[in-house]
């Protein structure tokens, strides 16, 4: 009888494993580099792509994205060749005591070992996957990273609302003087965060990464990806021409989905918001604000691009358009790639003239934060770009 009940158990195994299989294969390492939006260069920790399994070894920060299927079991490999103990939790998902990655409870990964961490991915949503090692230092060093669950149908989860593409946005603090050197940190209450990211990156980081850009046009909606692994609250605040609608938290269908112009996300926390145009308006940006956990006070923030395929009415689209750089800026913009005379212009968000000029630089130090139009003009084309005063 025994026999009988172990094959049975045995074949329900095999078939709870029938699903197609994702694998994926890390080194956990303490060796990294980021260069932060400043240009400096700090260290940081993670996991990389294994080498001779199709990885480059090179350690980013956040460390890759995991995508897979709702339905796909679900195989990560780990080799640790650092000098510390690492484990992987996978934070949200619903896995077994065994693969949940708290060290107490599951295998800890010394040095030199490999570990099969092996689950099932039951839920479409947005998780998170981090070390859970003296977690405030290893998570804050960079060891952690998105776990994406898609539905083949394109849907946010079974029976949802559609979408038409989704970009996930992961945010973290960084504290400069702890990745600088992480021997001389001391207990949690003494991290100050000076670096706010979005998927490793601030500032004009983001506003040079396309892929980090929203394209969003009349009749599309996208599905907003959005994670906090930090330790603050990020609120993002949506612009008046788009709807934002919450759809999905923690990898659960909200019972009632709302709208809303601000979302704060507390640690940990992970939403899907569906984003769709209201209006014909030029479309600008998304805010994220970084607040203090105690007194909710700004602390820092990032902007997200939104890209329209139709340029605003009044925009030439033949010959060289100009470049803008920086942007975001703080002292002075710079107009660049035209070899003709300029004449431009500088209006507000709400449409107020703010200054003008034939200088290829602008200064911009006295304009409050906030986004502006920038309108050139030469002698037979006016260009309009979207300029973000920090």
């Not at 600088?180 to 965060?193: I, K, L, V």
């Not at 909606?221 to 609120?235: A, E, K, S, W």
């Not at 002698?379 to 979207?386: P, Y």
Request: aromatic share 12%.
């Amino acid at each position: 009888m025994r026999i009988l009940y172990t094959i049975a158990l045995g074949f329900i195994a095999a078939l709870s494993w029938a699903q197609p299989v994702k694998e994926y294969f890390f080194l956990m390492r303490m060796d990294g580099e980021h260069t932060l939006e400043s240009g400096h260069v700090t260290k940081i920790w993670g996991f990389s792509p294994e080498a001779g399994e199709g990885g480059d070894e090179e350690l980013r920060l956040p460390s890759p994205t995991i995508r897979v299927q709702e339905g796909d079991s679900v195989v990560v490999r780990v080799i640790n060749p650092s000098e510390e103990g690492h484990t992987i939790h996978w934070h949200g998902l619903d896995v077994d005591q065994a693969n949940d990655g708290v060290p107490a409870f599951s295998q800890f990964v010394l040095k030199g070992d490999t570990f099969h961490y092996r689950f099932r991915a039951t839920h479409a949503g947005n998780y998170i996957y981090h070390c859970h090692v003296t977690t405030t230092l290893h998570l804050m060093m960079g060891m952690y990273g998105s776990f994406i669950v898609d539905r083949p149908d394109q849907r946010v989860f079974a029976g949802g609302p559609r979408y038409d593409r989704d970009y996930d946005y992961l945010g973290s603090e960084l504290d400069q003087s702890w990745n600088d050197n992480y021997m001389m940190t001391g207990p949690f209450y003494t991290f100050e965060a000076d670096h706010f990211l979005l998927n490793g990156k601030s500032g004009q980081q983001i506003y040079a990464d396309s892929a980090l850009h929203v394209q969003l046009r009349q009749g599309d909606t996208v599905l907003l990806r959005l994670i906090n692994i930090g330790y603050g609250i990020h609120t993002y605040e949506f612009p008046p021409a788009v709807t934002a609608t919450a759809v999905a938290s923690d990898g659960r269908a909200i019972p009632q989905a709302f709208t809303t112009s601000a979302l704060d996300l507390y640690p940990g926390e992970r939403y899907s918001v569906l984003l769709t145009p209201n209006s014909t308006q030029p479309i600008d940006h998304i805010r994220v604000l970084y607040k203090n956990m105690i007194d909710r006070k700004v602390k820092g923030y990032n902007y997200i691009p939104i890209n329209t395929s139709q340029a605003p009415v009044g925009i030439a689209t033949g010959g060289e358009r100009p470049s803008f750089y920086p942007n975001p800026v703080r002292h002075t913009l710079q107009i660049a790639n035209t070899d003709q005379p300029i004449v431009w212009r500088v209006f507000s968000a709400t449409g107020q003239f703010v200054d003008s000029g034939s200088s290829p630089s602008i200064t911009t130090s006295s304009w409050p934060s906030g986004w502006y139009v920038v309108e050139v003009q030469t002698a037979d084309e006016v260009w309009r770009e979207k300029v973000v005063k920090r």
